[in-house]
């Protein structure tokens, strides 16, 4: 493929990975910035946590499809033979990397963005959608265990390329365990402020299960 071809489809890869879902959801449906409450943070999580359930789903997805549309790119190429069976792995990390990228840095907002996690979560569902199911079964664990959305988020990452390495899926391919680890470090350096208040005992908690008040009769 050309190095043309290979630049314009990065740039896509950013400009989708880019798209601030959560500002603009905010700002267009309800006429909030969730960038001025809560944690300030671009994210899903935030968005959860200042515009409610159905607002952070919506978000949550949009930002997964952003990171398995990107990654997916690959395919599309394979597809019309520019590039051959043995490059597509290679090409879903560049594009699904730089998606991630995009979303911690959208070119949209200031270069201001979340934390790329629910983007990761759809590079891996569009690399290994068995393993990427496995890594969201512990991630929902862990939630439940924890009330924690970081530690979560930073274990259900780490999980990625352990599983891996223990040959859960066969024998690992370097390439994947290299990128996991890779990907666990971007989530540990996107995260430290949550470690820190993890180790302070002051990272929020969210409230799965609230239950309402029916009231006195």
Avoid at 19 to 25: E, M
Avoid at 38 to 53: I, M
Avoid at 168 to 180: D, M, Q, R
Wanted: with cysteine.
């Amino acid at each position: 493929m050309s190095l043309l071809m290979t630049l314009l489809m990065v740039i896509a890869a950013y400009l989708l990975g880019s798209i601030p879902s959560s500002v603009w959801y905010g700002i267009g449906y309800l006429g909030i910035d969730v960038r001025k409450f809560g944690s300030k943070n671009a994210g899903a999580t935030n968005t959860f946590r200042v515009l409610g359930k159905r607002a952070g789903t919506v978000v949550m997805l949009i930002d997964v499809l952003k990171g398995w549309t990107a990654t997916m790119l690959a395919v599309l190429l394979y597809y019309f033979g520019l590039i051959t069976d043995d490059q597509i792995l290679t090409y879903q990390f560049i594009f699904g990397i730089v998606a991630i990228i995009g979303h911690i840095f959208p070119v949209y907002v200031n270069f201001k963005g979340g934390k790329g996690v629910a983007t990761l979560l759809g590079m891996v569902l569009a690399i290994h959608p068995e393993l990427a199911l496995l890594c969201i079964t512990i991630f929902i664990l862990t939630l439940i265990a924890s009330q924690y959305v970081s530690l979560s988020s930073i274990l259900a990452t780490l999980a990625f390329p352990v599983l891996l390495l223990l040959g859960v899926f066969g024998k690992p391919e370097l390439s994947l365990v290299i990128f996991g680890f890779a990907m666990f470090l971007m989530v540990v350096f996107t995260h430290q402020k949550n470690i820190v208040r993890l180790l302070n005992g002051s990272e929020n908690r969210v409230k799965l299960f609230v239950r309402k008040d029916k009231g006195k009769r």
